[in-house]
């Protein structure tokens, strides 16, 4: 979102809570201005604020990703994951035809 969005949606929220504060506490019409004037200007200022430190934080975490030392370091897990993966599939392959095994040999001495 651009920064002047932000500041306009921000302050059209403040222009809108402001008359909804003002009409549930005013009495008369110039307090009702009065709280939509100045918590319209409280959002405003506020966004301001907020935009400010966005951009500041911006400049200070700008930094080279090494892309090619991550996506070689991730292709490394991949491998390892896939080697693990084949390792538990034999045993598992293994440890059923165990359970096969031993289900035949029980029917037959039932039997």
């Not at 059209?12 to 200007?41: N, P, R």
Request: no cysteine.
């Amino acid at each position: 979102m651009l920064a002047a969005n932000f500041v306009s949606f921000f302050t059209v929220q403040g222009f809108f809570l402001g008359l909804v504060f003002g009409l549930l506490k005013s009495d008369s019409a110039d307090a009702l201005l009065t709280y939509t004037f100045l918590i319209t200007v409280f959002f405003y200022l506020f966004s301001h604020v907020i935009v400010a430190f966005y951009f500041r934080t911006l400049a200070v975490k700008t930094y080279h990703f090494a892309k090619n030392r991550h996506e070689s370091n991730l292709d490394h897990i991949v491998k390892e994951i896939n080697k693990r993966e084949k390792v538990i599939d034999s045993a598992h392959k293994i440890t059923d035809a165990a359970i096969k095994m031993n289900t035949q040999d029980e029917i037959k001495v039932a039997a």
